[in-house]
């Protein structure tokens, strides 16, 4: 009798993450310049020998076309980056590489898409929702998520927009977390048990481990 395949496990496979930070090689932006004031003319106006001679005179004028067309591209390789921010390259839609270091950088690819991101610890304030607590009693509550992206590639490509991701996420785990507990320990059977009002250190940090499991898709850390 053959065998059954094994079931595919889907969601194992939906939870994968497709996009991580990858390092991308540059050299200082420094000798870029170099490179791109000094070299690459004085590449252009060697080429000018070529004009001596018929049959070295086409292929120069091409030489030299092309050089300028990419002394103009390389333009878009110099690349500033402040302190935590990072800037994510793509090669015509394909995400490429990662830039974090602090500095003057020059790209050797001079059409990669650029785009920044800050890697600074942000705030965001919830507004007050409207829940009820575990012994539907109804209360409203608000939560102040601190927060910052650690992995640029993930913020940018996991999710569709990473500020609203956090907001979401983070009002849905409050709310989650709000009908766990009651608010204040009224009843009998709630005596030694956690309540929301005089239990704030404990519902804090649970609330931040269910932040950053939601979150953690998205390459960002909950402080």
Known sequence: MPSTPAPENT???SDEIMFK??????INGFIGLAIHWLAIPFVFT???????TAPTLVLGVILQVAIVIVWFLM???YLIINPNEAQVLQFFGKYSGTVDDEGFHFLLNPLYEKQK?????RNFESTKLKVNDVNANPIEIAAVVVWKVVDAAEALFEVDNYHDYVQIQSEA???AMATKYPYDVIEEKDLGGIALSS???IIAHELQLSVEERLKRAGIQVL
Do not use: C, G, K, P
Request: net charge negative; proline share 0%; no cysteine.
């Open 11 to 13: 969601e194992a496979e």
């Open 21 to 26: 930070d990858i390092e991308i090689t540059t």
């Open 46 to 52: 060697l080429l000018f020998v070529t004009y001596f």
């Open 75 to 77: 333009f878009n390789s």
């Open 117 to 121: 991101i800050s890697l600074r610890i």
């Open 173 to 175: 785990a409050l709310r």
């Open 199 to 201: 239990h704030q250190e």
